[in-house]
């Protein structure tokens, strides 16, 4: 009976498994290392804002990261240390999505469902990483916007394929607008505990954190719109990757500053990223 109440009660070894102290190191470390791509991501977008900063072939994307880190004094090493990180991040979203979050809602389905399409996200992120790591080049570091334009070629070849690519950017639109707005409205608190922070690093980590996800929910956005606008016109090369859809903040009225106002506000999100490795609810 005392076996079956503690299994009922949700205390099996399993689910014990996925709260343990080892998932939890992993889901932080995996917050430290999103901090580092989103940094190294915004600092690339800030070179290409300035004149000649995109010269010297810098991709401001998650490839573009990989490759800075490379080329830095035991790259190598810290490539495989953030890899295994982001592998972590991947582990910590599948307990979520077989366990349910932290919190009173955490069981929903819905919040399931988001989990394992984290869970597979960074799974793939940290394969790309570990695989750049172990010697394969090609991997990781590719162009994002080449690797979108060549799956929205694929994708308006099938059948109904315009309407498929069209429902895709919308997805990725609507997604980038909730993002902002979550930000805004700083739903990212109810993550926290807010209560083992000082008044200051409160307005500290709120101001990331707003700023951090607005930036990052209008690339998304942006980025939708584009394969909208690809799917409509049944042109490929209309889609946009992370780093096609940040040069084109720098071709607006505003010129490189609206580029440069993402570029911190993605170096913003990178150090909230930090933040929730510190006080994340796990």
């Known amino acids: 009976m005392a076996t079956e109440s503690a299994t009922a009660g949700g ?41 000649g900063g995109g010269d010297g072939g810098e991709q401001a994307d998650r490839g573009g990261a990989i490759a800075e880190i490379a080329q830095k004094p035991f790259g190598t090493v810290l490539l495989w240390l953030l890899g295994i990180a982001l592998a972590g991040m991947a582990l910590w979203r599948l307990s979520e999505a077989a366990f349910g979050q932290a919190g009173p809602d955490g069981d929903k389905a819905g919040k399931r469902a988001m989990a394992a399409g984290r869970c597979v996200f960074y799974g793939f992120v940290a394969y790309s990483v570990l695989s750049y790591a172990a010697g394969d ?55 926290l505990k807010m209560s083992e922070m000082s008044r200051r690093v409160h307005r500290f980590v709120s101001f990331f954190g707003v700023s951090g996800g607005t930036a990052r929910g209008i690339v998304f956005a942006t980025a939708g719109g584009f394969a909208v606008a690809a799917a409509v016109q049944h042109e490929p090369g209309k889609a946009k990757g992370m780093d096609d859809t940040l040069r084109t903040f720098a071709d607006t009225p505003a010129g490189p500053w609206l580029l440069v106002l993402i570029a911190v506000g993605l170096m913003a999100f990178g150090v909230f990223s930090w933040a929730n490795a510190r006080w994340r609810r796990v």
């Open 11 to 51: 205390h099996s070894p399993v689910r014990r498994a996925a709260n343990s102290k080892a998932v939890e190191v992993a889901a932080r470390a995996g917050f430290g290392a999103r901090g580092v791509i989103y940094v190294l991501i915004g600092v690339l977008s800030l070179r290409i804002a300035f004149p």
């Open 137 to 191: 080049k090609g991997s990781g570091s590719g162009s994002s916007d080449r690797n979108s334009q060549d799956v929205t070629a694929k994708a308006l070849d099938w059948p109904g394929g315009q309407w498929i690519v069209g429902a895709a950017g919308a997805a990725v639109t609507a997604a980038g607008v909730w993002i902002a707005v979550r930000a805004v409205m700083r739903k990212f608190e109810k993550h």
